[in-house]
């Protein structure tokens, strides 16, 4: 079965920096795009970065261009997203994304001011 699993997230001063990962299994991963998604206390899910297939081509959401980047290894099936410059307004749970499809548990992030 199709399984995402996420790296531990953590607590992290403003300015900091953090990198999550995402192992994926149960699935060919080369052939699919993968997401990394957020959701803070009280608001919506976001879509915060996608990658293709060959990781050639990224996308971000605007909040976090310029300090996130999303990166994948094909070989180990995992999806990584490295956050750098972390404010207090990242602080949310952050989600592994199959396409359009399957999700990951999701991971804590905290970034105190």
């Known amino acids: 079965q199709v399984q995402l699993v996420e790296s531990e997230g953590g607590l992290v001063q403003s300015g900091g920096s953090l990198r999550l990962s995402c192992t994926a299994s149960g699935f060919t991963f080369r052939n699919y795009f993968m997401n990394w998604y957020r959701q803070a206390p009280g608001k919506e899910r976001e879509l915060v970065a996608t990658?293709?297939?060959?990781?050639?081509?990224?996308n971000y959401a605007d909040s976090v261009k310029g300090r996130f980047t999303i990166s994948r290894d094909n070989g180990k099936n995992t999806v990584y997203l490295q956050m750098n410059n972390l404010k207090p307004e990242d602080t949310a749970k952050y989600y592994c994304?199959?396409?359009?499809?399957?999700w990951g548990k999701g991971t804590l992030v905290t970034v105190s001011s």
């Open positions: 994304r199959r396409s359009m499809d399957y």
């Open positions: 990658i293709s297939n060959s990781g050639l081509t990224t």
